[in-house]
């Protein structure tokens, strides 16, 4: 079965500091790989996402994702965190070709960024 | 943009109460999904549906059934609510199961309390 593992349950960082929040899913075949985040009280909305090509994405906000497919990883990362960025992120992942297109997702991470 | 909208952001009930979720939305997706979300565990899956009339169980079933009667409904149903129930509710959408972006759309939840 499909399953996501997220390392971190809670980080706290201040701004400015640099994110990286770890993402593994176990899965033998084809993947797409996706992070949402939840800013409090607002729903989730997608953050970025991986079906093929480059293993770099870019997403909104200055988020980018690195696709490891040795590592079964698919790792969160931005260079200079605000204020604005506190919020719950999510990572998920579906099978290509998986019935009815549902996403299995990680336990979240929260993250929190001092002022 | 895409809109799914959950009827009751709010709702708190009795023990063996029956409890409807509503989710509508706006877009002629062909899939929809009822996840819970709870602190630590992140999303899961607990029913969805590829078409009209069609249902398919998730990871976490028991204690929940669905209605799709048409397109743009989809209805999560607690028979009898129970306090183990108690938790975040989301609704998504996606355009269909082999279309290539897989991006789920959400609604922005309902949290049940059962008292």
């Known amino acids: 079965a499909q399953s996501v593992s997220q390392h971190n349950h809670h980080v706290i960082l201040s701004e400015a500091a640099s994110l990286e929040l770890g993402c593994n899913y176990s899965?033998?075949?084809?993947?797409?790989l996706f992070w949402y985040v939840q800013y409090p009280g607002q729903h989730l909305q997608l953050l970025l996402k991986?079906?093929?090509?480059?293993?770099l994405v870019k997403g909104i906000k200055g988020f980018e994702a690195e696709f490891i497919k040795s590592k079964f990883s698919f790792n969160l990362r931005k260079p200079s965190v605000q204020w604005s960025d506190t919020a719950e992120y999510f990572c998920?992942?579906?099978?290509?070709?998986?019935?009815?297109?549902?996403?299995?997702f990680g336990q979240g991470t929260e993250l929190s960024v001092k002022p | 943009d895409v809109k799914v909208t959950q009827s009751s952001r709010y709702l708190v009930k009795r023990t063996g109460e029956k409890v409807f979720l509503e989710c509508v939305q706006d877009?002629?997706?062909?899939?929809m999904f009822w996840y819970r979300q709870d602190p630590g565990l992140g999303l899961r899956l607990i029913y969805f549906?590829?078409?009209?009339?069609?249902?398919e169980k998730g990871d976490i079933p028991e204690g929940y059934s669905v209605s799709r009667e048409k397109k743009e409904r989809f209805s999560l149903i607690l028979e009898s609510a129970s306090t183990n129930q108690t938790s975040m509710y989301l609704c998504?959408?996606?355009?269909?199961?082999?279309?290539?972006?897989?991006?789920?759309?959400f609604g922005e939840g309902s949290r049940l309390t059962v008292l």
């Open positions: 998504a959408s996606t355009l269909d199961r082999h279309a290539s972006t897989g991006e789920l759309f």
């Open positions: 899965y033998g075949g084809t993947v797409n």
């Open positions: 991986y079906f093929s090509g480059d293993p």
């Open positions: 998920a992942v579906r099978g290509s070709y998986n019935q009815g297109g549902k996403l299995i």
């Open positions: 877009m002629d997706h062909e899939n």
């Open positions: 549906s590829y078409d009209v009339k069609m249902k």
